[in-house]
């Protein structure tokens, strides 16, 4: 197991990407899960839950912790399949945000996890648009 971050750049100030990732409706559209079902206790020690619906239409209840939250610049919370992510926000010249996910995995990981976090940004990008 080793350090592993994958960073990018979101068009968008800090403060609107921290709400994107930390407001139950902004959450249920990049995660993405059933409306209504996102419930986030944004807090150290918090966690969160919502419901998403798989290709063959089955409901998945999915949750996890957050570990640490120092808004609006750090979240270190469990992902799916209770593996712990910290997520670094970092204002970035013409109102962007630099975005890091910082995991502990396996280097065999590193191409499904760099693969795995473009697809959320993708949902998260589509939201931070939906709300410019």
């Known amino acids: 197991m ?8 979101l068009k ?14 902004h959450f249920e559209g990049w995660l993405p899960a059933k409306p209504g079902t996102a419930v ?25 912790r ?13 992902v799916p399949g209770d593996a712990v992510t910290a997520i670094t926000l970092t204002s970035a010249p013409d109102d962007t945000t630099q975005i890091a996910y910082a995991f502990e995995v396996d280097e065999s990981m590193h191409t499904m996890v760099t693969q795995s976090v473009d697809e959320v940004l993708g949902r998260v990008s589509a939201v931070l648009t939906g709300i410019a």
């Open 2 to 9: 080793s350090d592993f971050t994958v960073t990018r750049t």
């Open 12 to 25: 968008g100030p800090r403060g609107r990407v921290w709400q994107v990732l930390t407001q139950p409706s």
């Open 66 to 78: 957050y570990y640490e939250v120092s808004e609006p610049e750090r979240l270190v919370m469990t």
């Open 40 to 64: 986030l206790d944004v807090r150290t020690g918090g966690s969160w839950q919502a419901t998403v619906i798989s290709s063959d239409g089955e409901e998945i209840a999915l949750t996890g």
